[in-house]
């Protein structure tokens, strides 16, 4: 069994407000000194893939991203992992892809490598929040696409969903090669690797494929739908200081400001 896991290399969803700025000219975060990360649901699908494929006898896990070379601090995580092979897909001229571009890119990368029976991507990226990535994958390779999974098993021929929904979760059951979007769960934790893993993942080769690499339709490599601006909203915001050093006077000051808002 052949498992793809689709891994997204992200701003730090952590960063303090006050910095994150947004470059007028490219509509993309600036990254300054803010560090990059591995996408928080696309780390839960590569810790679920490994399970998967520790369950199973001879199952192989790869993981595979698209980014430029920035991007494979994360492919280096997935070897940490445990992952069994790692890929990176990159071409100058992706710089504004939208998630339908991405979906035939990653698509068609999947079946240069030969196909696989299980595509395990993030539920949504953290970055852009679209969720498009899993459902365009799954049309573009004709199989099923399950959504919001927490935790898969097999079960023959099938793949056992677990899903969630409004008051609890549903279990669906699909055939395999099929598509998952994968969501934070108790089940899926990610572990932390061993230190002997970390080192080893340091020398382990990635493949790398360009735009003619792969059988790509150049239409739908350029986005759907161009964002014209993206930017901070400013917030005007009126601090006043009251004056007084001691508790009880302060407390009297405050209470007369909130009488005299009519807030008390």
């Known amino acids: 069994m052949?498992?793809?896991?689709?891994?997204?290399?992200?701003?730090?969803?952590?960063?303090?407000?006050?910095?994150?700025?947004?470059?007028?000219?490219?509509?993309?975060?600036?990254?300054?000194?803010?560090?990059?990360?591995?996408?928080?649901?696309?780390?839960?699908?590569?810790?679920?893939?490994?399970?998967?494929?520790?369950?199973?006898?001879?199952?192989?896990?790869?993981?595979?991203?698209?980014?430029?070379?920035?991007?494979?601090?994360?492919?280096?995580?997935?070897?940490?992992?445990?992952?069994?092979?790692?890929?990176?897909?990159?071409?100058?001229?992706?710089?504004?892809?939208?998630?339908?571009?991405?979906?035939h890119i990653l698509a068609q990368t999947i079946k240069t490598l030969g196909g696989a029976e299980l595509v395990l991507t993030g539920y949504q990226a953290s970055d852009i929040e679209e969720g498009l990535v899993g459902p365009v994958l799954a049309e573009e390779l004709s199989i099923p696409c399950v959504t919001l999974v927490s935790d898969l098993e097999l079960d023959g021929e099938n793949v056992k969903a677990s899903c969630e929904a409004e008051g609890g979760y549903t279990v669906v059951s699909v055939p395999s090669p099929a598509v998952f979007t994968i969501i934070s769960s108790e089940t899926n934790v990610p572990r932390l690797p061993k230190v002997k893993d970390i080192r080893l993942a340091r020398s382990k080769p990635i493949t790398q494929f360009e735009s003619d690499d792969l059988n790509l339709d150049s239409e739908r490599c350029q986005p759907g739908a161009k964002l014209v601006r993206a930017y901070v909203q400013n917030r005007e915001v009126n601090c006043e200081v009251l004056p007084g050093i001691e508790g009880a006077e302060l407390a009297g000051e405050l209470a007369d400001k909130l009488l005299a808002l009519k807030i008390l």
């Open 2 to 103: 052949h498992i793809v896991v689709c891994l997204k290399h992200v701003l730090d969803p952590e960063i303090t407000p006050r910095y994150f700025q947004i470059d007028p000219e490219t509509n993309r975060p600036e990254n300054g000194d803010a560090d990059m990360v591995l996408d928080s649901f696309a780390e839960n699908a590569l810790e679920l893939a490994i399970q998967m494929r520790d369950k199973t006898p001879g199952a192989t896990v790869t993981a595979l991203c698209l980014g430029d070379e920035t991007s494979e601090e994360v492919l280096r995580r997935a070897f940490a992992f445990t992952a069994n092979a790692a890929v990176r897909i990159w071409d100058e001229e992706w710089e504004d892809l939208d998630g339908q571009a991405v979906g």
